[in-house]
């Protein structure tokens, strides 16, 4: 396999991982995480998993409307195995479940319901309104702090824009990713809208990441439409406790509105030095 050059950001392919087959995959430096060097950051394991869950006995009709993920320690940046079965088939509700495996060891597992769809507009409504600066994301300042805050090569192939001020712990994103997700493989919007759904915990920090850490141990998305993937807005808010757990919760928007609210276990603690 291809080794990895840690660092070295955009040098090895234009895509987040590699199709090898029979569920495999090569991740590249493009999902490398921010508190070590040799990890996927979660954004990338999230959207894959939602990749193969999509692409395992595909139903048009259904919608993934709700998925959890358990992370089960580092997620190595090596090959990448997802597994997924049906754990609870049905016509109109079904279960999903798919773990994904780096080194032999299990490192994320996840629970998706999909849901039959039908015609719901006349009663259509609620959730939050649309985000600032859905008109025109690309026209929103730039994260200028995005590298210093956070190092890795999955943040570097983000285009992040502020389009308001943010406090600590509260505020508003656009993102939009520089690659596909999977060479070889088409991925839907959907699993390509997850590939930033992690990012809410980093988008607005309480502490500086420097001298804090605060790694989520879990991801829930829950979906009440399929998102039109091209920017992704996040509005979040990050609340620390006083005995080291603190929560993340997000509204996740398209360009056409808000589209999914997310929530995160955080584990505090200080920095080492």
């Known amino acids: 396999m291809t080794s990895i050059r840690v660092g070295m950001v955009g040098a090895v392919t234009e895509t987040y991982y590699r199709a090898l087959g029979d569920g495999r995959y090569e991740p590249t430096v493009h999902v490398q995480g921010a508190w070590r060097e040799d990890e996927q950051h979660m954004g990338g394991p999230s959207a894959l998993i939602a990749h193969c869950i999509d692409r395992h006995e ?11 993920f358990d992370i089960l320690g580092i997620i190595g940046l090596g090959e990448t195995h997802v597994h997924v ?5 049905g016509r109109t509700i079904e279960l999903v479940e798919a773990t994904l495996t780096t080194g032999d060891r299990p490192a994320v597992r996840a629970r998706a319901w999909r849901l039959q769809t039908s015609d719901t507009t006349e009663v259509a409504g609620g959730g939050t309104d649309r985000l600032i600066g859905y008109e025109d994301p690309a026209a929103q300042p730039a994260w200028r ?77 829950h979906l009440w439409r399929r998102p039109r993937y091209s920017w992704v807005g996040i509005a979040s808010e990050v609340v620390f406790g006083g005995d080291g757990v603190g929560v993340t919760s997000a509204t996740l928007h398209d360009e056409l509105g808000p589209v999914a609210r997310t929530q995160q276990s955080l584990t505090v603690r200080k920095m080492p030095f």
């Open 58 to 68: 595909p139903r048009p009709e259904m919608l993934l409307s709700r998925i959890s």
């Open 85 to 89: 079965e049906t754990t609870r088939p």
């Open 145 to 221: 702090e995005q590298a210093e805050t956070w190092p890795g090569g999955y943040i570097a192939s983000l285009d992040i824009r502020r389009p308001v001020p943010y406090e600590p712990g509260r505020g508003a994103v656009w993102q939009r990713a520089a690659y596909p997700l999977v060479d070889g493989e088409e991925s839907t919007d959907t699993a390509r809208f997850l590939l930033h759904a992690d990012t809410a915990n980093g988008m607005s920090v309480r502490e500086d990441p420097r001298r804090w850490m605060f790694p989520n141990v879990d991801l829930t998305v």
